[in-house]
T-cell receptor
C-alpha cells in the first residue's frame, strides 16, 4: 500500500460546482497534513494546512479524519482558475520531518 | 511568504555531461532542503534531504554518486546530475521550510526542467 494515496482523476466539473477530494495515508503516526496546488509545469504551492478541527479558507474547506486516516478538500463554487492538480502532503513531525506527497488529483473546471 | 529560487529554470544537455542545479532560500536560512524529481503525470518523488554542513540523506533507490548534493551554506544547496542520460530528463524541484516552531510548510523553488539529449 502506498503511503499517501489519491484518486488521480481527472475530476471534470462545471463552473459553480462543488467538488471534494480525499486522500488516505498509511502511517498512523503522521502529524502534519497539507494540501498543495500544482499548475501544469509549475512548482507546487501551499493551498492550506489541515488541522484536526478542520479549517476553512474562503471556498476551500479541509478536514482530517484520524480514525480513518484520510484528509479531504472541498471546493465550493468552482472557478475556471481552480483547474489544477491538488497534492496531498503528509508528514511525521519531530526531528525527522520528511513530507510524503500523493500523486495528485487533477481538477478541470469547464464553463 | 518565504521565497526559494532555483537556477537554471531549464537546461538541455548532451548525454554523458554533468548538470548543476542551484537552490537558494532568499529570505530565510534553511538548515535542511529537499530535492524532488517529478516525471510527467507523476507525483513528486523525494530524492534526498540536503543537510547544511553534513552529508545528504538519500532515499532508497537514488544513487548518491550520480546525484551529488552539496549544502555548503544556510541559503544554498546544489544538486549535480553526473553523467546525465536521457532517462534523467525530468522536472527537478527543491524545497525548504522556514525555521520556526511547528513550521512544516514547504516552500518550493520554481523547478528546473532538465532535458538530456
Amino acid at each position: 500500500r502506498k503511503e499517501v494515496e489519491q484518486d488521480p482523476g481527472p475530476f471534470n466539473v462545471p463552473e459553480g460546482a462543488t467538488v471534494a477530494f480525499n486522500c488516505t495515508y498509511s502511517n498512523s503516526a503522521s502529524q502534519s497534513f497539507f494540501w498543495y496546488r500544482q499548475d501544469c509545469r509549475k512548482e507546487p504551492k501551499l493551498l492550506m494546512s489541515v488541522y484536526s478541527s478542520g479549517n476553512e479558507d474562503g471556498r476551500f474547506t479541509a478536514q482530517l479524519n484520524r480514525a480513518s486516516q484520510y484528509i479531504s478538500l472541498l471546493i465550493r463554487d468552482s472557478k475556471l482558475s481552480d483547474s489544477a492538480t491538488y497534492l496531498c502532503v503528509v508528514a511525521l513531525s519531530g526531528g525527522s520531518y520528511i513530507p510524503t506527497f500523493g500523486r495528485g488529483t487533477s481538477l478541470i473546471v469547464h464553463p | 511568504g518565504a521565497v526559494v529560487s532555483q537556477h537554471p529554470s531549464r537546461v538541455i544537455c548532451k548525454s554523458g555531461t554533468s548538470v548543476k542545479i542551484e537552490c537558494r532560500s532568499l529570505d530565510f536560512q534553511a538548515t535542511t532542503m529537499f530535492w524532488y524529481r517529478q516525471f510527467p503525470k507523476q507525483s513528486l518523488m523525494l530524492m534526498a534531504t540536503s543537510n547544511e554542513g553534513s552529508k545528504a540523506t538519500y532515499e532508497q533507490g537514488v544513487e548518491k554518486d550520480k546525484f551529488l548534493i552539496n549544502h555548503a551554506s544556510l541559503t544554498l544547496s546544489t544538486l549535480t546530475v553526473t553523467s546525465a542520460h536521457p532517462e534523467d530528463s525530468s522536472f527537478y524541484i527543491c524545497s525548504a521550510n522556514p525555521p520556526g516552531a511547528g513550521s512544516y510548510e514547504q516552500y518550493f523553488g520554481p523547478g528546473t526542467r532538465l532535458t538530456v539529449t
